[in-house]
């Protein structure tokens, strides 16, 4: 990286900002439509749960199998194939009769966000400057949720108050993947091709020697974090439409986006922290955020949980800002990749499982006390957080 980059590293920064923004923006486009879904196709808390779950095992095979793949391919062919999957997925959602399509669109949209979250964010980082330190972290950490953030909310808005509310979201979101496709290929590379592709195809969680002291405390922040993100995407319709009393699909994207959105603060104020700081002090914050989200669901507050929820996405870019910055401290430009494959599949699979269990529970559950089982999953990565976080030189050195 460099400290004053030129206009193609530029180029490059933004075409992977915004191509890791608009592949996780698409993913979001069906969440809002979730409640009419429901309504019209008949699907139950457990079908709509089983969607996410296939999303997230789709997003960690894609992880495992080619988080290593623009090592060898290069970052521009592998970041244009997740964003022709994710044009693809929006094909599928234009006509949803029951839950087949859902899950073969969660599943193209699964590969599509593994693919990015790993040569996107690369690619961001390749040509990021290396002052301001926390730029690329804060995007790579961040931008995942600002564009989950974004597709909620226009998707939301596009149902509530524009014609065929269950096809014009998908058309929309598909051409600013096509725009972004273009932005990619007029970039300059920063990965040449160069002879394993196949043997990067390799399953293998590759990290620094000194980033493996450091991955048992992200893994903890990563599962809590990303847990809770599953539980919005899995429920957030339902909570505003059975437990919030609204049943407004832009209200359900708020309800979505409240606890996305905020995350883009998260990063340039734990940037301000050393990585084990931003970490311990994240995740505290977020406990507390978790506990008061409870608190407002079962008192049915929405101004109150909302609020819990935005706290709660700060605290989490904070704590997701802080870890991926420490585990990237001792990375050389090409362990990258691996380094972001294994950020994102432990962070796809504290999504995965929790979904999981969370959509079995809510059969016989109410959704307040699915929440709980969140909130004893923060719980637990805090007290692991505060007892064993480490200051990523003093773990080189050792």
């Avoid at 051409?175 to 920063?190: A, D, H, I, N, P």
């Avoid at 969370?358 to 559950?365: K, P």
Wanted: charged letters at 10%.
């Amino acid at each position: 990286m460099s400290s004053t980059p030129n206009t193609s590293h530029w180029m490059g920064f933004w075409a992977g900002a915004l191509s890791l923004m608009l592949v996780f923006a698409a993913s979001a486009t069906p969440i809002p439509l979730y409640a009419i879904y429901r309504e019209s196709e008949g699907l139950s808390y457990a079908a709509l749960s089983l969607t996410a779950v296939f999303y997230f095992v789709s997003a960690i095979t894609a992880l495992l199998v080619c988080g290593r793949l623009s090592n060898t391919l290069g970052r521009r062919p592998v970041v244009a194939l997740s964003l022709l999957l994710a044009v693809l997925a929006c094909g599928v959602f234009l006509e949803v009769s029951g839950v087949t399509p859902l899950i073969i669109g969660r599943i193209l949209q699964g590969f599509s966000c593994g693919l990015a979250s790993s040569a996107a964010a690369a690619f961001v980082t390749d040509n990021a400057p290396e002052r301001p330190a926390w730029l690329a972290p804060a995007v790579t950490s961040t931008g995942t949720m600002i564009g989950l953030t974004f597709g909620a909310l226009v998707s939301g808005s596009l149902i509530e108050y524009a014609p065929a509310p269950r096809v014009l979201p998908y058309l929309v979101v598909a051409v600013g993947l096509l725009l972004c496709l273009l932005l990619v290929w007029r970039s300059r590379e920063t990965s040449p091709r160069h002879r394993g592709v196949l043997a990067s195809l390799r399953p293998r969680f590759a990290l620094p020697h000194a980033s493996w002291k450091l991955f048992p405390v992200a893994a903890c922040i990563f599962v809590a974090t990303w847990a809770l993100g599953g539980f919005f995407q899995a429920f957030g319709p339902s909570l505003s439409t059975d437990q919030l009393g609204s049943s407004s699909a832009l209200v359900a994207a708020v309800v979505f986006s409240s606890y996305m959105a905020p995350s883009a603060l998260g990063g340039p104020l734990g940037g301000r922290l050393s990585p084990q700081a931003a970490q311990r002090f994240g995740i505290v914050a977020f406990v507390v955020c978790v506990a008061g989200l409870l608190a407002s669901l079962t008192a049915g507050t929405i101004g109150l949980f909302l609020l819990a929820s935005a706290c709660a996405g700060v605290a989490q870019g904070m704590v997701l800002s802080g870890s991926i910055r420490a585990l990237l401290a001792n990375a050389e430009p090409s362990e990258r990749a691996g380094v972001f494959s294994v950020i994102f599949t432990t962070c796809y699979c504290g999504a995965a499982i929790p979904s999981l269990i969370a959509g079995q529970a809510a059969r016989v559950l109410s959704l307040p006390q699915v929440l709980g089982g969140y909130l004893a999953l923060a719980l637990i990565a805090c007290v692991v957080t505060l007892f064993t976080a480490r200051d990523p030189a003093r773990a080189a050195e050792r």
